[in-house]
């Protein structure tokens, strides 16, 4: 939550519920709707950290309200985000451990353990497809992040027949 927060104050200061309007604006119905005091948390420990600033403005007939502003300090932290490179595949992957773990054990067969875990994707690939098919195809950001979900389950997935077939 961080960055999205930095990378939005970036474009303009805003405020709390500013911000996540935004969010749900850009990322449309794909994206979980952020938790307003996740916002607010995230904000105020941004703030401890020099990443923003905040400066109180008057309203008149309501409270005064806080608006957020990107520091130096946070443009780099946020200029060094987009530059990092995001995680790749998951090689110490937890259900694959309990997959080889557990068996050793004695309180887990491994078809069972592929079953229930085939299961569950196949219960995501589902929720992904309805939530798909209630998406406007003009909201192309949501469009691509529903389709980039569906397609990491496909992987998962098929390695999940893989290990069927190697650890059977």
């Known amino acids: 939550m961080r960055p999205h927060l930095l990378a939005l104050l970036a474009k303009e200061p805003a405020h709390g519920y500013e911000l996540k309007q935004a969010l749900e604006q850009t990322f449309g119905s794909a994206y979980p709707s952020p938790n307003i005091g996740q916002i607010y948390v995230t904000l ?4 401890k950290d020099g990443l923003i600033r905040a400066v109180d403005v008057e309203q008149s007939n309501r409270p005064n309200k806080k608006v957020y502003y990107l520091t130096a300090k946070g443009r780099e932290s946020l200029e060094a985000w987009v530059d990092e490179p995001t995680e790749g595949p998951r090689v110490r992957d937890e259900f694959f451990m309990k997959l080889v773990l557990a068996p050793l054990t004695g309180i887990a067969d491994r078809m069972a353990l592929i079953s229930r875990q085939r299961r569950h994707y196949l219960s995501l ?14 909201d192309r950001v949501a469009m691509l992040l529903i ?12 390695w999940l027949e893989r290990c069927q077939e190697d650890l059977a």
């Open 44 to 47: 105020g420990r941004l703030e």
């Open 125 to 138: 690939m589902s929720d992904l497809n309805d939530l798909l098919s209630r998406t406007a195809p003009t």
């Open 147 to 158: 389709e980039g979900a569906m397609l990491h389950l496909q992987a998962d997935l098929d």
